[in-house]
């Protein structure tokens, strides 16, 4: 058993009267286990994520990282414990015990999912402009011209050329690819984005020049963040919070600075010591 | 019965099993409705499907018409025709009018039906989200979740690509405002014969196993964008043999020179007007 050091959990509650103010934390996960047959993957993750935070999940491969992403999501089901979701109304929900049909209405419009590998979140052989509008054409817009408008805006907005708006994902570079699909899901306005290692597979400069985008995104549009990262100078420069996980656990939170700066656990001390000074 | 065969080809539990497809597909309308599809004496792809569906509601005193892309007198539907003719000892007609069942592949007459008739449609591939997505599984999701934007993706990238909705032929529609459906390679022209049409419509697909349903009257409206509405093709010119301008033409070409003549694709159509005293430009 690892001990876990962190700042006390405030545990979730769902008759808290600041939720139905929608000012309590906009993710609230408690007891958050989860197995791939008899392989443990995740024990015990609590989380809190309050609006306008980003929170950065770090770890070595094999973590649980990605796991718990997909929990939180809804794409996996754990096995234990539960993750509740502040709704627009004011309504805590639990991810897992809403139906389907619910828990697809609310990914669609309150969350956003940035895949590591681009070709797994976009459409690679229709425009980045069709892939930009899906989500937009899934809610219901059925105005061609406004479409391509929002479109045109998007990728205007994470700086992709607007001449390369009909052109297919699958002529652009990894680093092109990577911001196409983070406007793919901003242009819903989602409330909550899940980040699995946006920036992994990307050469320096063009690391730099996305983290340096989303930075800017995230403040200007008030987003909450997950954001799950092997690399700690992401988690710095985007993160308000860090989590550290290892073998499916969460062994230390705190402010990104802090646990990075003052690592108390051995494995986040073995994991800051790890990075490379060039 | 006839050539030592039980009355239309297939046994009767057979046509059972069928038949509880087709009344659970017209329960449903556009839902594709899985069935047991059996071997037929002729290939997939050439309207086992719809040769199943015939077989099942055929009664002794229908009256039988084949099309093929609009035209009786093709291989595929002198063939069927000719089988049923064997199997079941059905009168057959080449009359949109005389018909009691009418399968088709590929148009819907140009003479309007009646109620009391059925459309048995043969269908190659009955998923229309198969386009953007091959994963049966994602895409059954979709149908019971409704989840459709998908599929205005395509007609996005038409638009994009062509300046306009370049699908035009098995162009989705939604039925009765819910299912999408693929209404088998029809040309986008007959879409709207689909709407509130008097007739049943059955929807057959051997290979995939699947049978769908448009019951009489039912609203079908086929997908578009608001400022790009959905529009059907017209020709300039007239049929070369009964002068129609408003009916479905096929273009042939007569020689090397590039000479080239419309007809119309529905035969019985033209016939019709010839007898009637109308004639094109020769």
Excluded at chain 2, 205 to 216: D, F, L, N, Q, S
Excluded at chain 2, 246 to 265: H, P, T, Y
């Amino acid at each position: 058993m690892i001990p876990c050091i962190s700042v006390p959990f405030d545990p979730a509650d769902p008759d808290d009267p600041e939720d139905a103010a929608g000012d309590g934390p906009l993710l609230e996960v408690s007891g958050l286990g989860f197995a791939y047959g008899s392989r443990m993957a995740l024990a015990d993750v609590d989380l809190t994520l309050w609006p306008g935070e980003v929170l950065a999940v770090a770890g070595e491969s094999g973590s649980g990282k990605t796991t718990l992403l997909g929990c939180l999501s809804g794409e996996l089901a754990p096995q234990a414990g539960r993750v509740g979701f502040l709704t627009r109304e004011g309504k805590r929900v639990d991810m897992h015990s809403l139906g389907e049909a619910e828990r697809r209405r609310l990914l669609r419009t309150d969350w956003g999912i940035v895949r590591q590998n681009p070709r797994d979140g976009l459409r690679l052989a229709v425009s980045a402009g069709a892939n930009v509008g899906e989500p937009l054409m899934v809610l219901g817009h059925r105005h061609y011209g406004w479409l391509r408008g929002q479109a045109g805006d998007w990728l205007d907005r994470v700086e992709i050329p607007a001449d390369r708006i009909d052109d297919p994902p699958a002529t652009f570079s990894g680093g092109m690819q990577q911001r196409l699909q983070i406007a793919r899901n901003l242009v819903t306005d989602p409330r909550i984005v899940l980040m699995d290692e946006p920036t992994g597979g990307l050469d320096v400069s063009v690391q730099a020049r996305l983290l340096d985008l989303l930075r800017r995104l995230v403040s200007e549009l008030d987003l909450a963040v997950v954001l799950v990262t092997h690399d700690l100078a992401v988690a710095r420069l985007l993160a308000d919070r860090l989590v550290v996980m290892k073998d499916g656990r969460i062994v230390e939170t705190g402010l990104t600075d802090q646990v990075l700066d003052d690592p108390q656990h051995a494995y986040t001390q073995l994991l800051v010591s790890s990075v490379l000074q060039p | 019965m006839t050539a030592g065969y039980n009355f239309a080809y297939l046994d009767e539990q057979t046509k059972r099993m069928i038949r509880r497809a087709i009344l659970k597909g017209v329960a449903v309308p556009g839902y594709q409705v899985p069935f047991a599809s059996r071997e037929m004496p002729l290939p997939f792809g050439w309207g086992t499907g719809g040769i199943q569906v015939t077989a099942s509601i055929l009664g002794y005193h229908d009256v039988l018409k084949v099309i093929d892309q609009g035209a009786d007198d093709t291989t595929n539907a002198v063939s069927i025709r000719r089988f049923f003719a064997r199997v079941a000892g059905v009168a057959t007609t080449t009359r949109t009018t005389e018909a009691t069942i009418i399968q088709t592949r590929h148009r819907i007459p140009e003479t309007p039906l009646r109620a009391g008739q059925i459309m048995v449609f043969q269908v190659p591939i009955p998923e229309p989200l198969r386009w953007l997505e091959p994963r049966e599984s994602e895409n059954r999701k979709s149908h019971a979740m409704a989840d459709y934007g998908a599929m205005h993706v395509k007609l996005y990238e038409d638009i994009v690509r062509y300046g306009q909705i370049a699908t035009s032929y098995d162009y989705p529609v939604r039925v009765a405002g819910r299912y999408l459906m693929a209404p088998s390679p029809i040309p986008k022209f007959d879409n709207p014969k689909l709407d509130r049409s008097p007739a049943l419509m059955l929807f057959g697909a051997g290979r995939e196993k699947r049978i769908y349903a448009i019951p009489p009257h039912t609203p079908v409206v086929s997908l578009d964008f608001e400022d790009h509405p959905f529009r059907l093709q017209r020709w300039t010119e007239a049929c070369s043999q009964c002068g129609d301008t408003a009916s479905f033409l096929d273009e042939i070409l007569m020689d090397d020179q590039g000479n080239r003549r419309f007809v119309c694709s529905d035969t019985d159509h033209c016939a019709a007007r010839q007898a009637a005293g109308q004639g094109g430009a020769p």
